[in-house]
């Protein structure tokens, strides 16, 4: 299982930071990550860490803005959110998967329920 929490209220510029907490076999996984979905809009692509190496990958949106990290020793991700601007208001869902290790969200197996981030102007 997967759940992600640390969504909220923000301001223009403000930061956040995100948790995804997994158990269970979900944890020995390949990559995890964070996808997101604005209102009115499809779901998209925003950060992946793969245990390998533990290398990153951003969408262009949010690079250098955001910062995906982990700890094993709290089965836990995390994403740094800084200089959060009004387009990253959406609901975040965290993600992983045991062999896939792209940007492809219709390749991830396992899905968190998500948590909302609001950022007003």
């Known amino acids: 299982q997967l759940q992600a929490f640390g969504g909220g209220l923000v301001q223009d510029g403000g930061s956040l930071r995100l948790s995804c907490a997994a158990s269970g076999r979900t944890w020995s996984t390949n990559t995890m990550g964070w996808f997101r979905q604005a209102p009115g809009k499809e779901r998209e692509f925003v950060a992946i860490?793969?245990?390998?190496?533990?290398?990153?990958t951003y969408a262009d949106s949010v690079a250098g803005r955001f910062t995906i990290s982990r700890d094993n020793a709290k089965k836990t991700i995390y994403l740094q959110m800084n200089n959060l601007k009004p387009e990253d208001t959406a609901v975040y869902y965290c993600?992983?998967?045991?062999?896939?290790?792209?940007?492809?969200?219709?390749?991830?197996?396992?899905w968190g329920q998500g948590t909302l981030v609001t950022v007003s102007s």
């Open positions: 860490i793969r245990w390998r190496g533990s290398t990153t």
């Open positions: 993600a992983a998967d045991g062999i896939y290790n792209g940007t492809d969200q219709s390749r991830y197996d396992w």
